[in-house]
T-cell receptor, first 112, second 111 residues
Framework: ETGVTQTPRHLVMGMTNKKSLKCEQH?????MYWYKQSAKKPLELMFV???????ENNSVPSRFSPECPNSSHLFLHLHTLQPEDSALYLC???????????FGPGTRLTVL | QKEVEQNSGPLSVPEGAIASLNCTYS??????FFWYRQYSGKSPELIMS????GDKEDGRFTAQLNKASQYVSLLIRDSQPSDSATYLC???????????FGKGTTLSVSS
């Protein structure tokens, strides 16, 4: 498998559930990112990991918890989400953290 | 607050015409500039990157950068219906900050 993959592609969850989004990159990149894309809004950067270390957290609520066990894998743990958290969650990677970013297909999340 | 501004559109052009997409940015120290294309329901895909003033051509696409005016544009020649998508402008700031995306311009090419 090549590029950036994300699972699941679609997720429906209740506000009391706990779920995790997974991202894997097969490009040998050192930086990985989580973005949120809501309708009519620009892409919102959530978290940046560079060489497995979190370098940026854009005031994201604590109900979103990232995890980066190695340079190839990135998780986003979700708990007690709100309906307004429904969005497309995109993972991206780049060789270095200011380089061209390549995106995964995204996870469409619906919070009921 | 560093910003990237794009006209949301929609920009409508007939097939075969030139589509011109524009983007302005607020951080004068920005170093790298990217154009992404995003089809409805899909993730963004990179079309062009540009780093220095002037024009950069790749097939039907030309990116233009003017750092003095803090302006970057994307020209699409011989527009095709398959070019209909949202085009996102993205800019890195100085000192290695992560990409900042504009809201995107929706392009519609009619046959």
């Amino acid at each position: 498998e090549t590029g950036v993959t994300q699972t699941p592609r679609h997720l429906v969850m209740g506000m009391t559930n706990k779920k995790s989004l997974k991202c894997e990159q097969h490009l040998g990149h050192n930086a990985m990112y989580w973005y949120k894309q809501s309708a009519k809004k620009p892409l919102e950067l959530m978290f940046v990991y560079n060489f497995k270390e979190q370098t940026e957290n854009n005031s994201v609520p604590s109900r979103f918890s990232p995890e980066c066990p190695n340079s190839s894998h990135l998780f986003l743990h979700l708990h007690t989400l709100q309906p307004e958290d429904s969005a497309l969650y995109l993972c991206a990677s780049s060789q270095e953290w200011v380089d061209t970013q390549y995106f995964g297909p995204g996870t469409r999340l619906t919070v009921l | 607050q560093k910003e990237v501004e794009q006209n949301s559109g929609p920009l409508s052009v007939p097939e075969g015409a030139i589509a011109s997409l524009n983007c302005t940015y607020s951080d004068r120290g920005s170093q790298s500039f990217f154009w992404y294309r995003q089809y409805s329901g899909k993730s963004p895909e990179l079309i062009m990157s540009i780093y220095s003033n002037g024009d950069k051509e790749d097939g039907r696409f030309t990116a233009q950068l003017n750092k003095a005016s803090q302006y970057v544009s994307l020209l699409i020649r011989d527009s095709q219906p398959s070019d209909s998508a949202t085009y996102l402008c993205a800019v890195t700031g100085q000192a290695g900050t992560a990409l900042i995306f504009g809201k995107g311009t929706t392009l519609s090419v009619s046959s």
